[in-house]
């Protein structure tokens, strides 16, 4: 099944203890992406990648981190994790330009 | 910048009719993508329909489809023989060209559909 995967699903963690949210996906995309969705805010993209090794920041970059060794790997790192970083996040990926994008079901992540 | 605008925060509709949500949107950019996405309960994205800005024609997938005006910039979504299982946040979004290729989402509608 062509799909987005994300783990965890939910997270609660305390402020500056380093975290790792993994996306993978399996349809050779080239684009992927990782969103945070805020209430009143909506969805704002954090970093985004357009093939190996190549990633830029978002809107939002400040706090996160993100590696694209390989095509189908793009994770989320939170060196220092704070309580504003509270968030629902998504990771995303799209075949090429003008396609929409698929998303994995969200990563609920809580900092204290 | 690209924006998109979602007037109804809320709407509702009966089992087996039909519904509009609307979303208009700022570009000055020609070519260009619009998607509708539906997140249900489980808060998963769902991508409902996709539409390209140089095709006249509106999109349709089974139930849904779009009213697209590109001279007023108006992209809506009819649901028909709305289902339960309808029942969601639905955000109009628009794919920017180059660069970060992001979303951008209006702030969504939340439908309800009554038995």
New interface residues.
Partial sequence: EAQVTQNPRYLITVTGKKLTVTCSQNMNHEYMSWYRQDPGLGLRQIYYSMNVEVTDKGDVPEGYKVSRKEKRNFPLILESPSPNQTSLYFCASSLSSGYGYTFGSGTRLTVV | AQTVTQSQPEMSVQEAETVTLSCTYDTSESDY?L?W?KQPP??????VI?Q?AYKQQNATENRFSVNFQKAAKSFSLKISDSQLGDAAMY?CAY?T??G????V????TKLTVNP
Avoid: A, P, V
């Fill in positions: 993508y998607f996405y489980s808060r998963q994205m769902i991508l996709r390209e955000f794919r060209q180059g970060s290729e992001k979303l989402f209006g702030k969504g």
